[in-house]
């Protein structure tokens, strides 16, 4: 069969696959027509709410095509995340499922541009028409894709330097990027050339958006959990968010001063376990001392969190605050008191319905 068949009937057995209505094929077969990609081949994940392709440009590079699924009710649990967002305010077109997967498109490309600018290692966005996201695609070898962190094999020496590199890149995305991820994951993270590259941040909100530390809190509870059952001697879910979120100015964010402060908080862990140990299996040499920062962690995990980092307990400053009589503003007023308290009792404070902004 001719090329030209062979690309038409591939570009059919797509859309027999579903997420190719007559639009989003019509605008693959423009990106074909301005030299944007030459061919789309198969389908390498197909998700809840995309699918993705692998295609290849004229040169023949290796692109990906993350297209979105214009049938509208797999989306209707994203509201959590677009709530807060500038510019999803107005309504973000409900009703309008077509325009609804362009912005998220858009968004994953706006996000993956950000990312590029501050060296997150990332596929490389290359452009958004729609609900179609063309990417450079990560690959192994000719045309595979580069394993999930989930399926990877990763050999064990790399894996504590792997997690040190991976609380930088939050804490890079937190402070250059001023995003969080919100899903971030094994799933979400591909290992590629021996390192750990961010994917899926289609949904990751501005680090001010009104869930943003819970969502960074699931996040470094997943990274923090996956790596210590692989027997890495991690920072525990508390630690590990206060060195993402630190404003500590003599945190430099050069790389070197980052993987420096890990070693030391690393080296100030009680735990006298092995950094790695073989059988990825270290429960046994557990000590009573370090039981994993566990309790702590526990309560952090239940912990009210505050909603922006301006909101963060700060005994001095509130009592400043309430000094000034302008405790109004604080957000467990009502609760006068608390603030001393250890932030566990504040969690028993409701959330504030109408948004608390910024106290400062
Ligand atoms: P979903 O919203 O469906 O989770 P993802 O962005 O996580 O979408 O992509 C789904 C899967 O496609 C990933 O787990 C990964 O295996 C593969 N994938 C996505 N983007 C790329 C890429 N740029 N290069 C290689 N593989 C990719
Ligand atoms: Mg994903």
């Given at each position: 069969p001719s090329a030209v068949a062979n690309r038409k009937d591939k570009a059919d057995r797509a859309t027999t696959e579903q997420v190719l209505d007559p639009r989003t094929r019509l605008i693959l077969y423009k990106m074909i027509g301005r030299g944007v990609i030459f061919e789309v081949n198969g389908c390498i994940s197909t998700g809840k709410e995309a699918n993705v392709y692998h295609a290849l440009s004229p040169e023949q590079a290796h692109i990906a095509l993350k297209i979105y699924k214009t049938s509208i009710l797999v989306f209707k649990d994203r509201d959590r995340y677009v709530t807060g967002e500038h510019r999803f305010r107005r309504g973000y077109a409900k009703h309008n499922p077509r325009k609804m997967v362009r912005l998220w498109a858009e968004k994953e490309m706006r996000n993956l541009k950000r990312l590029t600018e501050a060296n997150v290692r990332c596929p490389e966005p290359i452009e958004v028409r729609e609900n179609v996201l063309v990417m450079q695609f990560l690959s192994e070898t000719e045309g595979w894709p580069a394993p999930r962190l989930k399926d990877a094999n990763v050999p064990s020496e790399l894996l504590p330097s792997l997690y040190a590199e991976l609380l930088i890149t939050v804490r890079t995305l937190y402070?250059?990027?001023?995003?969080?991820?919100?899903?971030?994951s094994e799933y979400n993270i591909l290992f590629h050339r021996s390192h750990l590259y961010m994917i899926d941040v289609s949904q990751s909100v501005e680090?001010?958006?009104?869930?943003a530390l819970e969502f960074l809190r699931t996040d470094l509870t997943n990274v923090d959990e996956w790596f210590k059952k692989r027997g890495v001697q991690t920072l525990g879910l508390r630690k590990s968010f206060d060195f993402v979120v630190s404003s500590d100015e003599s945190l430099e964010l050069e790389k070197l001063a980052l993987e420096k402060t890990l070693e030391n908080w690393l080296s100030e862990n009680p735990r006298s376990t092995p950094v790695f140990n073989e059988s990825g299996d270290n429960s046994s040499s557990r000590t009573d001392s370090g039981v994993d920062h566990a309790q702590e962690d526990a309560v952090f995990r239940s912990s009210y969190i505050p909603r922006t980092l301006n909101e963060v307990v700060d005994p001095e400053r509130d009592a400043e605050i309430l000094r000034r009589g302008?405790?109004?503003?604080?957000?467990y007023d009502g609760v006068i008191g608390v603030a001393a308290r250890p932030i566990k009792e504040v969690h028993?404070?409701?959330?504030?319905?109408?948004g608390v902004e910024r106290i400062v």
């Open positions: 402070h250059v990027c001023r995003l969080v991820h919100a899903d971030l680090h001010d958006h009104p869930h302008e405790g109004k503003s604080l957000i028993e404070v409701e959330t504030p319905k109408v």
